[in-house]
Nanobody
Framework: QVQVVESGGGLVQTGGSLRLSCAASGRTFGSYRMGWFRQVPGKEREFVAT?????????YYGNSVKGRFTISRYNANSTVYLQMNSLKPEDTAVYYC?????????????????WGQGTQVTVSS
């Protein structure tokens, strides 16, 4: 079992940057695919980014964040990061970290088994 806890959210101006962290517990962290999703009230949870487990660390991004956000992981301390640059007001959301071992459908919420409580990111215009 894996527990994940997000941190690093906050208020930032348009064009600014934030780095979110996701600390995970569990000795098998390195084998899990990790993902970031975001959600605003009244809308479905949206895929942001994912990174594979193991040594490859392959990444994939949602179209709305491609080129601005970077996902990375540091297995030695069981942490995943989401570096967010050139932030826009439409990036405002609660950001969730998730862990899963399903290798299919990495952009779908059902592919992930463990979720954090979320961290609020607010981008002011």
């Amino acid at each position: 079992q894996v527990q994940v806890v997000e941190s690093g959210g906050g208020l930032v101006q348009t064009g600014g940057s934030l780095r979110l962290s996701c600390a995970a517990s569990g000795r098998t962290f390195g084998s899990y695919r990790m993902g970031w999703f975001r959600q605003v009230p009244g809308k479905e949870r949206e895929f942001v980014a994912t990174i594979t487990g193991g040594n490859s660390g392959s990444t994939y991004y949602g179209n709305s964040v491609k080129g601005r956000f970077t996902i990375s992981r540091y297995n030695a301390n069981s942490t995943v990061y989401l570096q967010m640059n050139s932030l826009k007001p439409e990036d405002t959301a609660v950001y969730y970290c998730a862990a899963g071992q399903n290798i299919a459908s990495p952009t779908k919420t059902f592919a992930y088994d463990y979720w954090g409580q979320g961290t609020q990111v607010t981008v002011s215009s």
